[in-house]
T-cell receptor, first 112, second 114 residues
Framework: SQQGEEDPQALSIQEGENATMNCSYKTSINNLQWYRQNSGRGLVHLILIRSNEREKHSGRLRVTLDTSKKSSSLLITASRAADTASYFCATDLTGTASKLTFGTGTRLQVTL | NAGVTQTPKFQVLKTGQSMTLQCAQDMNHNSMYWYRQDPGMGLRLIYYSASEGTTDKGEVPNGYNVSRLNKREFSLRLESAAPSQTSVYFC?????????????FGSGTQLSVL
């Protein structure tokens, strides 16, 4: 069963717009991570937010975490065509050493 | 920097054949993982190794075996391939031992079982 569920499944925006994708999870976590996957490639780590943090920034990325709602969001500001990819959240569940559980992903298409 | 290297990149098998997927990392990481990715399913953990000499089952271990040959290498073996094992397989590594810091992924192996 999937721990993290991303929403929406697919998102299409124009270059320069902001993209927001959400992740919901079911049980307590140590941390939550976001990854990007370009077509036909492996996943690349974007950002990690710990359970005691509420917001983190990295360049054009902003991640929020609401542990009371068991949800996280990834905001990409001023999107570029190169941001076209699938984005996955991954949760490190408490009590499960050494394992990350991935969601099903959001497919982002950024058009010129 | 090679990072995580997987071989082969593509493979076609007939039902019942066996094969081994190879993975090596050059980052001196303790933990290594094998995931499979299927359309609409995200990534699912097959096996992982928290440290050299240890391996543990993940979410979908049936039909697979693994070997942590040394700190660098972690192989995945299909003893008798089935069409249900058609998937894209990713190896990953992380520096942490019991904490999940970020994973570094290989570029994947696309496997088709006919």
């Amino acid at each position: 069963s999937q721990q993290g569920e991303e929403d929406p499944q697919a998102l299409s925006i124009q270059e320069g717009e902001n993209a927001t994708m959400n992740c919901s999870y079911k049980t307590s976590i140590n941390n939550l991570q976001w990854y990007r996957q370009n077509s036909g490639r492996g996943l690349v780590h974007l950002i990690l937010i710990r359970s005691n943090e509420r917001e983190k920034h990295s360049g054009r990325l902003r991640v929020t975490l609401d542990t009371s709602k068991k949800s996280s969001s990834l905001l990409i500001t001023a999107s570029r065509a190169a941001d076209t990819a699938s984005y996955f959240c991954a949760t490190d569940l408490t009590g499960t050493a050494s394992k990350l559980t991935f969601g099903t992903g959001t497919r982002l298409q950024v058009t010129l | 920097n090679a990072g995580v290297t997987q071989t082969p990149k593509f493979q076609v098998l007939k039902t019942g054949q066996s094969m081994t997927l190879q993975c090596a990392q050059d980052m001196n990481h303790n933990s290594m993982y094998w995931y499979r990715q299927d359309p609409g399913m995200g990534l699912r953990l097959i096996y992982y190794s928290a440290s050299e000499g240890t391996t543990d089952k993940g979410e979908v271990p049936n039909g697979y075996n693994v070997s942590r040959l040394n700190k660098r290498e972690f192989s995945l073996r299909l003893e008798s391939a089935a069409p249900s094992q058609t998937s894209v397989y990713f190896c990953a590594s992380s520096g942490g031992r019991a904490t999940n810091e970020k994973l570094f992924f290989g570029s994947g192996t696309q496997l088709s079982v006919l």
